[in-house]
């Protein structure tokens, strides 16, 4: 498995307005398609106003995938479209579990 990390930086003061937009019209596409979702959070101490989510991939082909289905899914879309303003920034990390880790 291999995990994706991603943070996405926030405008001042639209955490709240991105929060509910993505639980009413980007949340259910974005965990069918995408699958194993292992955390969805956001900044409350240290760098404020970012949501990092985490989800886990068979292999980078599977990401890959999925990714593109997402890109391509007209209700993802429509989301984004309304999204894309409050975003500033984003950021992607490819994550590779120790062979100790809990999560393989």
């Known amino acids: 498995m291999i995990i994706e990390h991603r943070t996405y930086k926030i405008k001042p003061g639209k955490l709240n307005e991105l929060m509910d937009l993505y639980e ?22 240290g760098p404020l106003n970012e949501i990092v989510h985490l ?37 992607s990390k490819i994550l590779i579990p120790a062979n100790f880790s809990d999560i393989k």
């Open 24 to 45: 009413k019209e980007g949340m259910e596409v974005h965990k069918e398609i995408l699958g194993n979702q292992i955390g969805y959070f956001y900044t409350e101490i």
């Open 55 to 91: 989800y886990g991939y068979e292999s980078l082909d599977d990401r890959a995938k999925r990714r593109k289905l997402l890109a391509e899914n007209e209700i993802w879309q429509k989301y984004i479209s309304k999204a894309i303003h409050l975003f500033e920034s984003q950021e």
